[in-house]
Nanobody, 127 residues
Framework: EVQLVESGGGSVQAGGSLRLSCIAT????????TSWYRQAPGNACELVSI???????YYVDSVKGRFTISQDNTKNTVFLQMNSLKPEDTAVYYC?????????????????????WGQGTQVTVSS
């Protein structure tokens, strides 16, 4: 059984940092692309960042220069380092993998009906 478990969320003040972790069991990240998504109250599921199996990364414009995605294959873990956090970063953050390409146009709530998703971790940024 594949399980993804996120951790590292919490409450911070604007300008602070958090590092999210996503550890997988029953699955190895090094063969797949892995994404971080987030969902704020009243909003749709939003793609934040992707790390490809080849190490190529992607970031949504709103987090470029502030967030860094990385992967440690020895620990089967994907990380999202979040710096200079803003109140608008407040959301539940999910890691997801083995997603169909159609998920890129998904406009519903997290999790999308594709691939494997964690249970989410809350990030709250106060001003």
């Amino acid at each position: 059984e594949v399980q993804l478990v996120e951790s590292g969320g919490g409450s911070v003040q604007a300008g602070g940092s958090l590092r999210l972790s996503c550890i997988a069991t029953g699955f190895t990240f090094d063969d797949s692309d892995t994404s971080w998504y987030r969902q704020a109250p009243g909003n749709a599921c939003e793609l934040v960042s992707i790390i490809g199996h080849d190490g190529i990364t992607y970031y949504v414009d709103s987090v470029k220069g502030r967030f860094t995605i990385s992967q440690d294959n020895t620990k089967n873990t994907v990380f999202l380092q979040m710096n200079s956090l803003k109140p608008e970063d407040t959301a539940v953050y999910y890691c997801a993998t083995s997603l169909d390409p159609q998920v890129l146009s998904y406009k519903g709530p997290c999790p999308a009906p594709s691939g494997y998703w964690g249970q989410g971790t809350q990030v709250t940024v106060s001003s």
